[in-house]
C-alpha cells in the first residue's frame, strides 16, 4: 500500500513511525514543508528561557531514523495540490506521488491580527523550530520585547523573555490572561504569581497602531524593540479546500479521522474532533491530541475499526515555578447550559513537611451534578492530578463519587486531606442547597 502523509510534526511523524511498526511492506511518505525533522513545539520557550540549553535537544526524529524504518522524507518541500480523481499528490516542485491512503497533517498557522500599520512592520512568530531560531538571534540585540496575546503561547514566551533580562510587555484584549483556558479567579491567582520586574501584563487593550518602536493603545504609547504575536493560531486547511473537502475551521473528519473521501485522513491540529462534554465539533490543537491521531490512524489504515474518542483538550503548564493546568469547559462557557462550581485551596503535600505546597483546585459541575471541568494550579506537579480530573469527566463521573474518593496520603507526597475531595465536598453542598 502507498501512503503519503503531508505533515511532519508530531500527528504525521507518529503516524508513518506506528505505520511502519505495524506493517513492513508499506511504502511510506512523509511531505513537509520546513526544513526540520519532528521536534516539540512545547519546548520551545524552555530553549528561549535557556532552560534547555541545546535546541537541537528537542529534535525528536533525525533523518536516519527515517532511513532506517524504510520511510522516505521529504523536507522543504511543499504539496501544492491534490488529485483525488486520480489518487495523486502534486507537489510544487512539479512531481507527482500516487497514493492508496493520503493522511493530511498540515498543522496550524497564526493568526495575524488585523492592527494598523502591522503589515509595515518586523514580527516574531512562535510556531515552529525556525521561529525559534529567529527570535533567539533577535534577543542578542533586543531589550524591549512586546508581545500581543496573552494566551499560552504568549504566556510562556514572556517568561522565556524575562529569564533572559529583557523588559517585558504583554497586550491581551479580554479582561484576563489565558482567556480560552481559565475562569477570572484562577486566572488573577496565575497573574499574581507572574507579576514582577521586567513584565508588564496589559489586559483589557486594545492595540490602535503600529509604529516602528512604538505601540499606540486605548491607553497609552508604549515603546519596544521586538514584537512577538500570539494572537491564536487557526487550522491549516488551503490544501484540504483546494481538493474541495469539507472543512468548518478546520478539516471535518468522522470518527475514524477520515474526510469525505473515504481515503483522506486527516489528523492533528488541522481536524476537528468531537468535544467529550458538549459534543460538538472542535479543534484540539495539542501534542497529546495528534500524538494519539497519529497512532489511531495508522491502526486504523491497518485495518482496525475502533473510533477516535472525544477531547477535552486537557492542558497543564510550567509558567514561573507555577503549574497551572486546565480541562474539560470552563464555567463561563457552561453558564448557557447551567452550572455550578466551587475552589478550594489546600495542602498537597503535609504543612509540617519541609517542603510542603499548595494547590488550588477549581471544579465544574453540571445542574445534574456531574463533573464537566476542571483548573488547577500549584507550585508542584499537578499533572497526576489533571489526568485524574480529566478521566473523572471522561468518565462522567458524580461530584458525590469524587467527593467520597478514596485517595493516597504521606506527609511528603500527599496530604491526608485531598484537595479535589474536599473541593468536591465544597461543591457537592451547593449542590445540595441549590436544589432545595
Known amino acids: 500500500m502507498k501512503i503519503i502523509i503531508i505533515g511532519g510534526g508530531s500527528a504525521g511523524t507518529t503516524c508513518a513511525f506506528e505505520l511502519r511498526k505495524l506493517n513492513k511492506e508499506h511504502e511510506i511518505t512523509v511531505i513537509e514543508k520546513g526544513e526540520n525533522t519532528e521536534y516539540s513545539p512545547?519546548?520551545?520557550?524552555?530553549?528561549?528561557?535557556?532552560?534547555?540549553?541545546?535546541?537541537?535537544?528537542?529534535?525528536i526524529k533525525q533523518k536516519q531514523d527515517y532511513e532506517e524504518n524504510?520511510?522516505?522524507?521529504?523536507?522543504?518541500?511543499?504539496?501544492?495540490?491534490?488529485?483525488?480523481?486520480?489518487k495523486k499528490v502534486i507537489l510544487k516542485n512539479g512531481r507527482?506521488?500516487?497514493?492508496?491512503?493520503?493522511?493530511?497533517?498540515?498543522?496550524?498557522?497564526?493568526?495575524?491580527?488585523?492592527?494598523?500599520?502591522?503589515?509595515?512592520?518586523?514580527?516574531?512568530n512562535l510556531c515552529n523550530y525556525r521561529d525559534m531560531e529567529k527570535i533567539q538571534e533577535k534577543m542578542k540585540h533586543s531589550e524591549e520585547v512586546a508581545i500581543i496575546g496573552a494566551g499560552m503561547i504568549g504566556i510562556?514566551?514572556?517568561?522565556?523573555?524575562?529569564?533572559?533580562?529583557?523588559?517585558?510587555?504583554?497586550?491581551?484584549?479580554?479582561?484576563?490572561?489565558?482567556?480560552?483556558?481559565?475562569?477570572?479567579?484562577?486566572?488573577?491567582?496565575?497573574?499574581?504569581?507572574?507579576?514582577?520586574?521586567?513584565?508588564?501584563?496589559?489586559?483589557?487593550?486594545?492595540?490602535?497602531?503600529?509604529?516602528?518602536?512604538?505601540i499606540k493603545t486605548n491607553k497609552e504609547e508604549y515603546s519596544y524593540d521586538t514584537i512577538i504575536l500570539?494572537?491564536?493560531?487557526?487550522?491549516?486547511?488551503?490544501?484540504?479546500?483546494?481538493?474541495?473537502?469539507?472543512?468548518?475551521?478546520?478539516?471535518?473528519?468522522?470518527?475514524?479521522?477520515?474526510?469525505?473521501?473515504?481515503?483522506?485522513?486527516?489528523?492533528?491540529?488541522?481536524?476537528?474532533?468531537?468535544?467529550?462534554v458538549t459534543g460538538e465539533r472542535t479543534i484540539?490543537?495539542?501534542?497529546?491530541?495528534?500524538?494519539?491521531?497519529?497512532?489511531?490512524?495508522?491502526?486504523?489504515?491497518?485495518?482496525?475499526?475502533?473510533?477516535?474518542?472525544?477531547?477535552?483538550?486537557?492542558?497543564?503548564?510550567?509558567?514561573?515555578?507555577?503549574?497551572?493546568?486546565s480541562t474539560g469547559l470552563m464555567e463561563e462557557h457552561?453558564?448557557?447550559?447551567?452550572?455550578?462550581?466551587?475552589?478550594?485551596?489546600?495542602?498537597?503535600?503535609?504543612?509540617?513537611?519541609?517542603?510542603?505546597s499548595e494547590i488550588t483546585v477549581k471544579l465544574i459541575s453540571s445542574e445534574e451534578g456531574e463533573l464537566i471541568g476542571a483548573q488547577a494550579a500549584s507550585e508542584s506537579d499537578i499533572s497526576g492530578t489533571m489526568n485524574w480530573l480529566t478521566f473523572a469527566i471522561k468518565e462522567k463521573t458524580s461530584i458525590e463519587k469524587i467527593a467520597r474518593s478514596e485517595t493516597c496520603y504521606n506527609p511528603a507526597v500527599a496530604s491526608i486531606i485531598n484537595p479535589v475531595a474536599t473541593a468536591a465536598q465544597v461543591l457537592e453542598k451547593k449542590f445540595r442547597h441549590m436544589k432545595k
Open 96 to 124: 507527482e506521488l500516487e497514493y492508496d491512503k493520503l493522511v493530511l497533517a498540515t498543522g496550524s498557522k497564526p493568526i495575524k491580527p488585523s492592527i494598523k500599520g502591522l503589515e509595515e512592520i518586523k514580527t516574531h
Open 284 to 325: 484540539s490543537p495539542l501534542g497529546t491530541t495528534a500524538f494519539r491521531e497519529g497512532k489511531f490512524t495508522a491502526r486504523h489504515i491497518n485495518g482496525s475499526k475502533e473510533e477516535f474518542p472525544p477531547v477535552l483538550n486537557t492542558t497543564v503548564s510550567n509558567v514561573a515555578g507555577l503549574c497551572i493546568g
Open 70 to 86: 524504510n520511510i522516505e522524507l521529504l523536507l522543504e518541500t511543499k504539496a501544492e495540490k491534490i488529485d483525488r480523481d486520480n
Open 42 to 59: 512545547c519546548a520551545m520557550p524552555y530553549v528561549l528561557s535557556g532552560e534547555i540549553p541545546d535546541k537541537k535537544d528537542i529534535l
Open 230 to 276: 500570539a494572537a491564536g493560531v487557526r487550522a491549516n486547511t488551503e490544501l484540504a479546500e483546494k481538493a474541495n473537502l469539507e472543512t468548518k475551521k478546520a478539516i471535518v473528519t468522522n470518527k475514524k479521522k477520515k474526510t469525505e473521501d473515504p481515503d483522506i485522513y486527516a489528523i492533528g491540529d488541522c481536524s476537528l474532533n468531537e468535544h467529550s
Open 156 to 214: 510562556e514566551a514572556a517568561q522565556a523573555m524575562k529569564k533572559r533580562n529583557k523588559e517585558v510587555k504583554v497586550f491581551e484584549r479580554k479582561n484576563k490572561i489565558l482567556p480560552y483556558l481559565f475562569d477570572e479567579k484562577m486566572a488573577k491567582r496565575i497573574e499574581e504569581h507572574l507579576e514582577g520586574p521586567n513584565l508588564d501584563i496589559q489586559k483589557s487593550t486594545q492595540i490602535q497602531e503600529i509604529k516602528e518602536n512604538k
Open 334 to 356: 457552561a453558564e448557557e447550559t447551567g452550572c455550578i462550581s466551587a475552589t478550594y485551596t489546600g495542602e498537597k503535600t503535609s504543612s509540617y513537611y519541609p517542603e510542603d
